[in-house]
């Protein structure tokens, strides 16, 4: 296994966001996560990186216990997030943007050649390296945040609702780019997303979260076809009916 978490617990006050969740990810897999608003999605994604404390539990990553270890000995390690919100820096060009994802690195002569593949395969952004990243569009800000967590050089990358505020047509482009990264780079993926349907399709497994807890996991094939699950729980395709998180705020 690339990643392996096991009884992971994780707490807000009295908030149980992860309530004894175990998660496991194959070298070269897609695994999507599905749950509903507040299932505790973005919790596991901060928790496997360290960004939030774990109470309990353990997080094996490539060979190593990393339970203990600080978020960047994790992307060190190649386990990089590309977050809610995606957290480009408006102030930055988009090239700058990139070369922080690089941060962490010590081969930093590759990160040039590296800066050029991510230009190949995001032209949108090779257009614009000079530019500040406050002009480009939602679904380019999108390509930017992966852009930037593939300067960290993962093993494994996480994001957390790519598609977000993209139009369809956007969504499925950004998800056609994190189906080729896997074919293509071999990459293995973690991915939280809404666009259900869409997430089945380029996925090989998925777990489904209700309230911190897995629900259920399995082939994303069996997933897709079971219409009543996904409607009980997830609301198919609704992406964008869905509240935002300023909405939700208690
Ligand atoms: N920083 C925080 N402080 C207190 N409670 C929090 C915090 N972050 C999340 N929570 C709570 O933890 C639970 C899980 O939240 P989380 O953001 O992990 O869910 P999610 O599945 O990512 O939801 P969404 O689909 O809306 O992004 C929710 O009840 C949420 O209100
Ligand atoms: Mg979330």
Do not use: I, M, N
């Given at each position: 296994m690339l990643l392996e978490a096991r009884d992971l617990e994780v707490r807000y006050g009295s908030v149980r966001a992860v309530r004894g969740l175990s998660l496991q990810l194959a070298p070269g897999e897609i695994v999507a996560v599905l749950g509903a608003n507040g299932a505790g999605k973005s919790s596991l994604l901060?928790?496997?990186l360290g960004l939030t404390r774990a109470h309990a539990g353990k997080v094996a990553f490539d060979g190593n216990d990393v339970t203990r270890w600080s978020?960047?000995?994790r992307v060190r390690a190649?386990?990089?997030l590309v977050p809610e919100g995606r957290r480009i820096v408006m102030g930055l060009t988009v090239q700058e943007n990139l070369l922080m994802g690089a941060g962490q690195r010590r081969d930093s002569s590759a990160v040039q050649t590296e800066i050029e593949q991510v230009y190949q395969r995001f032209p949108n952004l090779a257009a614009?390296?000079?530019a500040s990243a406050s002009v480009l569009s939602g679904g380019e800000q999108q390509m930017l945040a992966i852009g930037r967590?593939?300067?960290?050089?993962?093993?494994?990358m996480m994001l957390d609702e790519?598609?977000?505020g993209l139009s369809p047509r956007l969504a499925n482009e950004v998800l056609a780019h994190v189906r080729d990264l896997n074919r293509e780079r071999g990459l293995t993926i973690l991915l939280v997303e809404q666009n259900t349907q869409r997430a089945l399709e380029i996925a090989h497994r998925a777990y489904l979260l209700e309230l911190g807890q897995v629900l259920r996991q399995g082939p994303a094939a069996e997933f897709a076809a079971?219409?009543?699950l996904l409607d009980a729980y997830l609301g198919r395709g609704q992406a964008a009916q869905r509240p935002?998180?300023?909405?939700?705020?208690?």
């Open positions: 901060r928790a496997l978020t960047s000995a190649g386990l990089v614009r390296r000079h967590a593939l300067l960290a050089a993962p093993k494994l790519p598609s977000l079971d219409h009543s935002t998180p300023a909405q939700l705020t208690t």
